[in-house]
């Protein structure tokens, strides 16, 4: 199993690019998350899904958008790329049933 | 905003000593986690407390859960270098189990 992966690792855009990062489950989880974890913080949940088809506002949700086509994708939007959203970004998985989340490796994101 | 802090921000310890991490949190909690990630890499879950539990171990881990004081506490016993890596607490809320994590500790393990 390759758990959760993520596309692409590493990206740069210039301000008002649009984007989208790719997540992927081998797990058959239902939810799945999107974070973002700037320098010296802990992650910041941007927007979740419960199910194929379903999403969520999460704390930070502002100029990002979310889609859950099929169970075992979460893509992450980015419509007008700003400055503010340079950061790396962490998909997770986890089962209903489960507290624990699975992590993928990161995309480290910059803007210029 | 962050659920709680983390203290310290950084700690470097000597190989085989013991390490001790605190977090802190605002609202009830119906269970506490902590995560590890490596530089570079995607978050790894260590182990859970839940909120009628006072502590609980796994392997070299030891973690402490006080609700009247909204914290809890990480020991790592015996360090390695390998244990070299920065610590996040985090708790649940909500249908969907939504993570809130600390700031998080840097703990460097000297060889």
């Known amino acids: 199993n390759a758990g959760v992966t993520q596309t692409p690792k590493f990206r740069v855009l210039k301000t008002g690019q649009s984007m989208t990062l790719l997540c992927a489950q081998d797990?058959?989880?239902?939810?799945m998350y999107w974070y973002r974890q700037d320098p010296g913080m802990g992650l910041r949940l941007i927007h979740y899904?419960?199910?194929?088809?379903?999403?969520a506002k999460g704390e930070v949700p502002d100029g990002y958008n979310v889609s859950r086509l099929k169970k075992q994708n979460f893509l992450l939007g980015l419509e007008s790329a700003a400055p503010s959203q340079t950061s790396v970004y962490f998909c997770?998985?986890?089962?209903?049933?489960?507290?624990?989340?699975?992590f993928g490796p990161g995309t480290r994101l910059t803007v210029t | 905003s962050q659920q709680g802090e983390e203290d310290p921000q950084a700690l470097s310890i000597q190989e085989g000593e013991n390490a001790t991490m605190n977090c802190s949190y605002k609202t009830s909690i119906n269970n506490l986690q902590w995560y590890r990630q490596n530089s570079g890499r995607g978050l790894v879950h260590l182990i859970l407390i839940r909120s009628n539990e006072r502590e609980k171990h796994s392997g070299r881990l030891r973690v402490t859960l006080d609700t009247s004081k909204k914290s809890s506490s990480l020991l790592i016993t015996a360090s390695r270098a390998a244990d070299t890596a920065s610590y996040f607490c985090?708790?649940?809320?909500?249908?969907?189990?939504?993570?809130?994590f600390g700031s998080g500790t840097q703990l460097t393990v000297l060889p």
């Open positions: 997770a998985s986890s089962y209903p049933a489960a507290y624990e989340q699975y």
């Open positions: 899904s419960v199910g194929e088809g379903t999403t």
């Open positions: 985090a708790t649940d809320s909500g249908s969907a189990r939504q993570l809130t």
């Open positions: 797990m058959n989880h239902e939810y």
